[in-house]
């Protein structure tokens, strides 16, 4: 079971990684967003960092847009909307030489070669996700975003700051480097779009 310890155990470089994928919206545990289930149940992934590139989020603006008679105009704003796209270059196809397992403050227990950077997901376990997740799931975000805090703004840097509720718009992989070892290296590029 995730837990806000399991979770720091999970950071390499004092803060998450950029992304973690949840089929639920977690709970708030010790001002920290923790997802509910487990990491090696599939309840959640936390995709690597390990040559990402930006996180580009686009804000859409919903909204009815009329002239009135006098010229002026009016607006009937709905919501704003998310679309958030993201790709990594060179991405290991595999976390790690063998299965894979943490426990339960989320220090890494095995004995194999971690493959990506911080031990965040590879390709291939990214892929699998895409393929089970037709429909919504929620993607924790970890950038500074101190004004969704209402205590302590200053000190959540190193937290996940926004939890959004999203589709996959776009999956997209090339298989860039079959290695002569235990693994490939993938290019990937995906958009998300909030529900």
Excluded at 22 to 33: E, H, K, V
Excluded at 46 to 63: F, K, M, V
Excluded at 66 to 76: D, E, F, K
Excluded at 109 to 125: L, N, P, R
């Amino acid at each position: 079971m995730a837990t806000s310890n399991y979770l720091e155990g999970r950071t390499r470089w004092s803060r998450p990684q950029g992304l973690l994928f949840s089929d639920n919206a977690g709970t708030l545990s010790n001002g920290i967003f923790v997802p509910q289930g487990s990491e090696a149940d599939g309840d959640f992934i936390i995709p690597s960092d390990h040559n990402r590139g930006a996180i580009n989020l686009t804000q859409q603006r919903i909204e009815n847009r009329l002239r009135t008679i006098n010229g002026t105009m009016r607006s009937y704003h709905v919501a704003d909307k998310i679309n958030l796209s993201v790709s990594w270059q060179n991405l290991p196809s595999r976390a790690h030489s063998q299965e894979e397992s943490y426990d339960a403050s989320g220090i890494y227990d095995g004995t194999g070669i971690e493959y990506t950077a911080d031990a965040g997901a590879g390709g291939v376990e990214m892929l699998e996700w895409y393929q089970n997740h037709s429909g919504p799931f929620y993607v924790y975000l970890s950038y500074d975003k101190y004004i969704n805090f209402e205590e302590n703004r200053y000190d959540h840097l190193n937290q996940y700051s926004q939890v959004i509720h999203m589709f996959f718009s776009s999956f997209d992989y090339t298989i860039s480097k079959r290695g002569a070892t235990n693994h490939d290296l993938w290019d990937i590029s995906l958009s998300l779009e909030e529900v």
